[in-house]
Nanobody
Framework: QVQLVESGGGLVQAGDSLRLSCAAS????????MGWFRQAPGKEREFVST????????NYADSVKGRFTISRANARNTHYLQMNSLKPEDTDVYYC??????????????????WGQGTQVTVSS
């Protein structure tokens, strides 16, 4: 059973940076594409970024392109989301996820089989 645990969320001011981490255990992490999604209360889960199993391919939502960077450290079973130039509209609960059957990555939540519990990011203006 794969378990994902996010960390690194918090309260920051607009323009600040945060780095989210997602630690995986219980599975073959190196074979999985990983992704980050975010969700506000009452809204659908929104794609943020995805990275292929080997880190060679990354994709981003237009809203975060140029500000966020996804990366992974397979030797540590961990992947990251570096968030720079944060805006109030980035305020959400952020979830990491693993997609065993889509090693190239995917922007679709339904392609992800394992999910973390979420970490709150709040950006004040």
């Amino acid at each position: 059973q794969v378990q994902l645990v996010e960390s690194g969320g918090g309260l920051v001011q607009a323009g600040d940076s945060l780095r989210l981490s997602c630690a995986a255990s219980g599975g073959t992490f190196i074979r999985y594409a990983m992704g980050w999604f975010r969700q506000a209360p009452g809204k659908e889960r929104e794609f943020v970024s995805t990275i292929s199993w080997n880190g060679g391919t990354t994709n981003y939502a237009d809203s975060v392109k140029g500000r966020f960077t996804i990366s992974r450290a397979n030797a540590r079973n961990t992947h990251y989301l570096q968030m720079n130039s944060l805006k109030p509209e980035d305020t959400d609960v952020y979830y990491c996820a693993a997609a065993p059957k889509y090693p190239g990555g995917s922007p679709f939540p339904n392609d992800y089989y394992y999910w973390g519990q979420g970490t709150q990011v709040t950006v004040s203006s």
